[in-house]
């Protein structure tokens, strides 16, 4: 049996893996545009020169090696022909008898005249767009980011590391407003502010001035007001790599069609680098014919630390009118639950996060604490709780 993985992130690293567990004979290549395996977390390390390029590695050196997998690697997949199930790509092809699509995803680009053809604006998704900006970054005076995200902040202290103070705009009215509520997110701002970051929000950029050389010199935001600029990067979000076949919609086990599996962004069902694992795992299972059904239920969870801080979110961030929510803050930490109909939806922790596996459990399993402890700081596992008559998780009242 011959496995092929386009893409060697974590999806397509994790199933290799899982491959050569459970088929020790089996051959299995690897195909990737890139010539080195990297944790796309960790870009803005080598940015801010924490880490070289060795060490953004997540596997060990002799990992294809030791695995006894063959690695494609510089190579870019053009087509993939499912009737004669083969994979083309410049120079070569390899056919398959399994395969899985694990190509990620690439930088999304706001739709501004003038983008695609400037010189000086990258995404931050690859190892070359971080050698890019490191480079582009030490001769630049006038750094602009589009987006206060995750991926728009881990530029941001990366720049502010080399002694730079990028201008970040956001239509959003706060940093990372996927991520945390506005409190939690307060708190990173101003830590930002004081390295000298400059935020605009509720602001987009209508158009960019350029040179005769095809460089972004300045940006002019929606209110007019126009911003130097020499380096823009972007960082509004990413979509699916998915140019190799369009339709990648996966059922149940993770396949697209017959003998053909996705997994990771690519999948449009990940979310994170845990997710990308997961179904890199269960896809591999599957290739295996080892049935197992994908059905993770997609609790969004964030976990952020940007100067020593540590944040971490699950689930809803934004109450409904009807919820409670139950806060709690001290010099060292703030904390906030949200409660709906009786069942937590989502909680902040910022400062202290260790009792994050429990508020997990909790709201995955949606269970009911009208009956819990007066306060809700105080529930734990070792308060009881059953399944009541209806098949539902509820508190067992204590007196």
Same mark, same amino acid.
């Given at each position: 049996?011959?496995? /092929? !993985? $386009? #893409?060697? &992130?974590?999806? %397509?690293?994790? @199933? *290799?893996?899982?491959?050569?567990?459970?088929? +020790?004979?089996?051959?299995?290549?690897?195909?990737?545009?890139?010539?080195?395996?990297?944790?796309?977390?960790?870009?803005?390390?080598?940015?801010?020169?924490?880490?070289?390029?060795?060490?953004?590695?997540?596997?060990?050196?002799?990992?294809?090696?030791?695995?006894?997998?063959?690695?494609?690697?510089?190579?870019?997949?053009?087509?993939?022909?499912?009737?004669?199930?083969?994979?083309?790509?410049?120079?070569?092809?390899?056919?398959?008898?399994?395969?899985?699509?694990?190509?990620?995803?690439?930088?999304?680009?706001?739709?501004?005249?003038?983008?695609?053809?400037?010189?000086?604006?990258?995404?931050?998704?690859?190892?070359?767009?971080?050698?890019?900006?490191?480079?582009?970054?030490?001769?630049?005076?006038?750094? /602009? !980011? $589009? #987006?206060? &995200?995750?991926? %728009?902040?881990? @530029? *941001?202290?990366?720049?502010?590391?080399?002694? +730079?103070?990028?201008?970040?705009?956001?239509?959003?009215?706060?940093?990372?407003?996927?991520?945390?509520?506005?409190?939690?997110?307060?708190?990173?701002?101003?830590?930002?502010?004081?390295?000298?970051?400059?935020?605009?929000?509720?602001?987009?950029?209508?158009?960019?001035?350029?040179?005769?050389?095809?460089?972004?010199?300045?940006?002019?935001?929606?209110?007019?007001?126009?911003?130097?600029?020499?380096?823009?990067?972007?960082?509004?979000?990413?979509?699916?790599?998915?140019?190799?076949?369009?339709?990648?919609?996966?059922?149940?086990?993770?396949?697209?069609?017959?003998?053909?599996?996705?997994?990771?962004?690519?999948?449009?069902?990940?979310?994170?680098?845990?997710?990308?694992?997961?179904?890199?795992?269960?896809?591999?299972?599957?290739?295996?014919?080892?049935?197992?059904?994908?059905?993770?239920?997609?609790?969004?969870?964030?976990?952020?630390?940007?100067?020593?801080?540590?944040?971490?979110?699950?689930?809803?961030?934004?109450?409904?009118?009807?919820?409670?929510?139950?806060?709690?803050?001290?010099?060292?930490?703030?904390?906030?639950?949200?409660?709906?109909?009786?069942?937590?939806?989502?909680?902040?922790?910022?400062?202290?996060?260790?009792?994050?596996?429990?508020?997990?459990?909790?709201?995955?399993?949606?269970?009911?604490?009208?009956?819990?402890?007066?306060?809700?700081?105080?529930?734990?596992?070792?308060?009881?709780?059953?399944?009541?008559?209806?098949?539902?998780?509820?508190?067992?009242?204590?007196?």
């Amino acid at each position: 049996m011959k496995h /092929v !993985i $386009i #893409g060697v &992130g974590a999806a %397509g690293i994790t @199933a *290799a893996e899982t491959i050569r567990k459970n088929r +020790k004979e089996d051959e299995i290549v690897m195909i990737s545009t890139d010539d080195t395996v990297i944790s796309r977390c960790m870009l803005h390390k080598y940015i801010g020169g924490e880490r070289s390029e060795e060490e953004l590695s997540f596997v060990p050196k002799d990992f294809f090696e030791s695995n006894k997998i063959s690695w494609i690697k510089g190579k870019e997949v053009t087509e993939i022909d499912t009737s004669s199930k083969r994979v083309i790509f410049e120079g070569g092809g390899e056919s398959y008898d399994k395969l899985l699509i694990a190509t990620g995803a690439k930088s999304f680009f706001v739709p501004i005249v003038g983008l695609d053809e400037a010189s000086n604006v990258y995404g931050l998704r690859d190892l070359s767009d971080a050698k890019a900006i490191r480079e582009r970054a030490a001769k630049a005076n006038h750094i /602009v !980011i $589009i #987006g206060a &995200g995750l991926i %728009g902040l881990d @530029a *941001a202290y990366a720049l502010t590391e080399m002694g +730079k103070k990028p201008i970040i705009i956001d239509m959003a009215p706060h940093v990372l407003s996927a991520n945390l509520d506005e409190r939690a997110a307060a708190t990173y701002q101003s830590k930002f502010e004081e390295k000298g970051c400059k935020f605009y929000f509720g602001s987009k950029i209508s158009k960019v001035q350029q040179d005769s050389a095809s460089n972004i010199t300045s940006v002019i935001l929606d209110d007019k007001e126009e911003l130097p600029c020499d380096l823009l990067i972007m960082a509004v979000g990413v979509r699916p790599n998915n140019s190799l076949l369009p339709n990648t919609t996966a059922d149940e086990y993770l396949s697209i069609q017959k003998d053909v599996y996705v997994a990771g962004d690519v999948s449009a069902l990940s979310e994170n680098w845990p997710s990308a694992v997961t179904q890199g795992e269960l896809a591999a299972l599957n290739m295996c014919s080892i049935a197992t059904y994908y059905n993770e239920e997609r609790i969004l969870r964030n976990t952020i630390n940007f100067f020593g801080i540590a944040s971490l979110s699950i689930g809803c961030l934004k109450p409904e009118p009807e919820d409670i929510c139950e806060m709690r803050e001290d010099k060292n930490r703030y904390q906030k639950v949200i409660i709906r109909d009786g069942i937590p939806v989502g909680v902040v922790l910022q400062g202290d996060v260790s009792r994050s596996g429990f508020w997990q459990h909790i709201i995955k399993n949606k269970v009911k604490v009208c009956d819990a402890p007066k306060s809700i700081w105080k529930t734990s596992f070792a308060n009881s709780y059953g399944i009541n008559e209806d098949g539902e998780y509820e508190w067992v009242a204590l007196i």
